[in-house]
């Protein structure tokens, strides 16, 4: 035997001087019964064996080099290397491992056979590490990790990139939202991510909606080099729910940016934005029907298009709910001054300022969010208590407390996004002068509220509103005469005296976009419904019907009007 070949071949997985290690060898007989070696591959380094935050998921981490050079690096769970190890080899195949297809079994044995001392936690996805003050960024972590070795081992395209100094984005790219609304407050959105664990916040979201061509997408440009480069962590809305699901999840904690709402499919859009503000997946089995975690995740998302969502959703018969205004809060973009922006920075026209913010942009990536979040894992207590201070200080100045729960829900996520801008001024990230995220958000909520008409329940007001329609909008031809007055086509109902009557039909079908027992409520609340539900309601001829007060319905809607600010 070659005692000079083994000795150099027999371990050349140790770390060390690549070129003097050309690959795996075992030792095979051949015809004449003489001991060989036999190449496998080429050269696998196994570095370390590592595990979940659960304790759980225990597997190695290796790496090579592929065909052109390139480092290589995955992490392989133990049970892969279970029966033919096929999963394991795919992996390493996929990054481009070359390997003797014949020495497949020797391969895995090899794999198996490893039990590397140094050992570490790891990550799969970005974001807080659970039970711990430490941060996952996608070149390391973030935070005291008493010597611990955390590892990120997700496969996500869009982890961090930097690029240039924190002077440099602060004065080059940060400055130019002074003076700017829209910029500032979407800027503010993209620190929100990290804070909402902090403080139990669910995702929302802030929808950028405004005819083309104004800076929407400058808007965004902005608020994604707080990420990294805009270009790898700008998303689309032309995607299916799924693919949706999948890129939420990659942007735990932090900000997710879709771009163009118009490609998005009106059709599941709404359900999209549940999904996306309640921060998980649908439940899904393995291959081997066993249940698969749902994918979860908390996030800000920050969207644009020259329509709103109720529009989106109108364009193919789908009711715009209440619930949707919560989760994704719409901002007008044009300022009726330079489009998206108030203040051009003595550039001549928005359009020069957009063009100049996306070269800086370009440029000037990424270090603002990572200086956040290295600031906030050194006194996270204190960063906390004064994003509680702060939104507590905004509900009072934005009159909330007075408001509907849906207001208030609004207001607290505006009051969110001011703490960040606020507390990223504080650390030194933004440049700005104090106060000024918080005004900028006062603004905005109030012309927030303006367009939605009322501080009560907009759910309410569209109850009203679906009443006022039928007796004086568009819907009035389904009422009739009288009781005893035949017309052509359907009939929910009639007049009669002070009442308007309806019959069952015509109450589900007036009312079919509500829900029964809350639109039931609604009118008992407003002195409208004289009746009860179901077998006690009164019977006019032979069939029973609902005994509305027209009365009471005019007052419920000038209330509305007054609140609206309307004659």
């Not at 669910?202 to 405004?210: D, E, M, T």
């Not at 996306?276 to 249940?291: K, V």
């Not at 749902?294 to 709910?321: C, I, Y």
């Not at 004064?386 to 849906?406: I, N, S, T």
Request: proline share 3%.
């Amino acid at each position: 035997m070659n005692t000079k070949r083994y000795e150099l071949k027999a371990e050349p997985f140790q770390l060390g001087p690549i070129e003097f290690q050309d690959g795996l060898y075992c030792v095979t007989t051949d015809k004449g019964q003489d001991d060989v070696w036999s190449r496998i591959g080429a050269p696998l380094w196994v570095t370390a064996c590592g595990r979940d935050t659960a304790g759980l998921g225990w597997g190695l981490q290796v790496r090579w080099y592929s065909p052109d050079g390139r480092p290589q690096e995955a992490f392989i769970p133990h049970v892969h290397l279970l029966s033919d190890g096929r999963e394991a080899l795919m992996k390493l195949m996929d990054g481009g491992y070359r390997f003797n297809l014949g020495m497949k079994r020797q391969l895995i044995d090899y794999l198996n056979s490893k039990n590397p001392y140094k050992t570490f936690i790891r990550v799969d996805r970005l974001g807080w590490i659970p039970d711990t003050h430490i941060f996952m960024l996608g070149d390391g972590p973030v935070g005291s990790t008493n010597d611990n070795e955390y590892t990120y081992t997700g496969n996500n395209p869009t982890q961090s990139d930097v690029a240039g100094t924190l002077d440099e984005w602060r004065d080059d790219v940060a400055a130019l939202c002074l003076g700017n609304s829209r910029l500032l407050l979407s800027t503010s959105l993209a620190f929100v991510g990290p804070l909402l664990r902090l403080t139990n916040q669910s995702s929302f979201g802030v929808h950028l909606v405004g005819p083309s061509s104004i800076g929407k997408s400058t808007a965004m440009l902005v608020a994604a080099s707080v990420l990294g480069k805009p270009a790898n962590k700008i998303q689309t809305w032309n995607a299916t729910k799924v693919g949706l699901e999948t890129t939420a999840g990659l942007f735990n904690d932090s900000t997710l940016f879709l771009d163009e709402i118009g490609q998005a499919d009106p059709h599941v859009l709404g359900d999209t934005i549940y999904m996306l503000a309640n921060g998980e997946g649908r439940a899904r089995a393995n291959a081997d029907l066993s249940r698969r975690a749902k994918l979860q995740w908390r996030t800000t998302f920050l969207s644009n298009g020259e329509v709103d969502l109720e529009h989106s959703l109108a364009s193919v018969g789908k009711r715009h709910k209440a619930g949707h205004d919560v989760r994704m809060i719409n901002i007008e973009a044009d300022t009726d001054r330079h489009g998206i922006f108030e203040e051009l920075h003595g550039y001549p026209n928005g359009a020069s300022l957009s063009k100049a913010l996306a070269e800086r942009t370009a440029q000037y990536h990424g270090i603002a969010f990572r200086s956040f979040v290295e600031e906030l894992t050194l006194d996270i207590n204190g960063a906390q208590a004064f994003v509680d201070e702060h939104r507590a200080d905004m509900m009072r100045r934005l009159g909330a407390k007075e408001c509907d729960g849906q207001v208030q829900r609004v207001a607290d996520a505006f009051g969110l996004i001011s703490a960040a801008g606020e507390l990223a001024n504080r650390f030194g990230i933004t440049g700005w002068p104090a106060g000024s995220v918080a005004a900028v958000v006062e603004q905005l909520f109030r012309k927030w509220l303006a367009r939605r008409g009322t501080s009560g329940s907009l759910e309410e007001a569209n109850i009203i509103e679906q009443l006022v329609d039928l007796l004086e909008g568009r819907h009035g031809q389904y009422l009739a005469d009288g009781p005893n007055v035949t017309k052509l086509g359907e009939t929910y109902g009639y007049k009669l005296g002070p009442d308007l009557h309806l019959y069952v039909y015509g109450f589900k079908k007036t009312f079919a976009d509500f829900n029964a027992n809350y639109v039931h409520k609604v009118l008992r609340k407003h002195g409208i419904l004289m009746h009860g539900t179901g077998r006690d309601l009164p019977r006019h001829s032979q069939s029973r019907v609902y005994q509305l007060s027209l009365d009471k319905i005019a007052d419920a809607h000038d209330r509305l009007l007054a609140e609206q600010g309307g004659e």
